[in-house]
Every structure is written in C-alpha cells, then in structure tokens.
C-alpha cells in the first residue's frame, strides 16, 4: 500500500504504512496518520505528529474524539 495524503486548508494528513518507514523511525511498529501544518508562505510543512493506527477501532478513536473535542469546544 502506498503512502497517501490529502491536504485540508493549511494541514496535511498522510497515511504511511508501516513497511515505508524506515526501521529506526518506526516507533509504532504500525501505519500511522501524519499530521503536519504548513510553514506560513510556501510548501514547507512543520514535522508534526504520527498517530499509530493499528485497526479500524484506532481510526474510529481517533475520529470520536475529534468530533467530541470540537462539540465540547462549540459549547
């Protein structure tokens, strides 16, 4: 599977299996979400996080909370 990423206004999401990353970069052992914003102009992006995504339940997760932290923050 090939790494793949969409970018969403100033934030860049890419998807990296685990076999593409090299071994002393793979912490997690797993595919990962990369999430990394842009550098103000240009295309320079900041190094920004990895989120482990071992299954289906770690995505689903990771997407519950997003929508709880945004419901929380609209109160």
Known sequence: ?????RDVGN???TYVPAEERVE???????D????QAYRGVGRA??????????N?????????TLCEVYAAGRL
């Open 1 to 5: 599977m090939p790494t793949v990423h």
């Open 11 to 13: 934030i860049r999401i």
């Open 24 to 30: 002393a970069t793979n912490w997690s052992g797993s």
């Open 32 to 35: 990962v979400l990369r999430i």
């Open 45 to 54: 992006l900041h190094r920004g996080a990895e989120f482990p995504v071992g």
């Open 56 to 64: 289906e339940l770690d995505f689903i997760n990771l997407v519950r």
